[in-house]
T-cell receptor, first 118, second 118 residues
């Protein structure tokens, strides 16, 4: 089975440019999460969706960040305009609805998108 | 508010030594779940184990074992006879009341970097 797929794996851009990160969750999973990993702040939850609807975006750092989930198989995280402090690894994760038989409660992570803003 | 603390930022051992990674958590919920994830040098996050707050039985899986103690709010991870391939960053994480359809929002600790030298 295919896992969570993220693209691009690496992105280098200049300050002020728009960045779009993409995620394809595991088919059938109801929840999708965007996390950011930096040396200073570790792993932080940015936003999560349930059935394509944003539930909690309190972790989104500022208005420059936006996330969408137009359908069950695709989500984007956009940064516009990007700044050097946005440099990080961005992880997408998905999970089935909790309580589903056999589900042990873990999140399934993609391989991450490493963003460098110069 | 929930919090996970991994006091050991970095541990270095020689192959075949046993090593314990500490995890202390804070939560107001009586129902919660604890997780350990491994992040090898390749960068992905790999699920290792989940424990619910009602089950304090220790668990062993091969060279890995976990000690959950509610009295001290700790969920420690021991690797027996460590190997070079165990070198990675290990994250402890907490999810509160995931069975209320709120999704498995994980709060991660800062991680412990384990280096196993040959």
């Amino acid at each position: 089975d295919a896992g969570v797929i993220q693209s691009p794996r690496h992105e280098v851009t200049e300050m002020g440019q728009e960045v779009t990160l993409r995620c394809k969750p595991i088919s059938g999973h109801d929840y999708l999460f965007w996390y950011r990993q930096t040396m200073m702040r570790g792993l932080e939850l940015l936003i999560y969706f349930n059935n394509n609807v944003p539930i909690d975006d309190s972790g989104m750092p500022e208005d420059r960040f936006s996330a969408k989930m137009p359908n069950a198989s695709f989500s984007t995280l956009k940064i516009q305009p990007s700044e050097p402090r946005d440099s990080a690894v961005y992880f997408c994760a998905s999970s089935p609805r909790t309580g589903v038989r056999g589900h042990t409660g873990e999140l399934f992570f993609g391989e991450g998108s490493r963003l460098t803003v110069l | 508010a929930q919090k996970v603390t991994q006091a050991q930022t970095e541990i270095s051992v020689v192959e075949k030594e046993d090593v314990t990674l500490d995890c202390v958590y804070e939560t107001r919920d009586t129902t919660y779940y604890l997780f350990w994830y491994k992040q090898p040098p390749s960068g992905e996050l790999v699920f290792l184990i989940r424990r619910n707050s009602f089950d304090e039985q220790n668990e062993i899986s091969g060279r890995y074992s976990w000690n959950f103690q509610k009295s001290t709010s700790s969920f420690n991870f021991t690797i027996t006879a460590s190997q070079v391939v165990d070198s990675a960053v290990y994250f402890c994480a907490l999810s509160e009341a995931p069975y209320n359809n709120a999704g498995n929002m994980l709060t991660f600790g800062g991680g412990t970097r384990l280096m196993v030298k040959p």
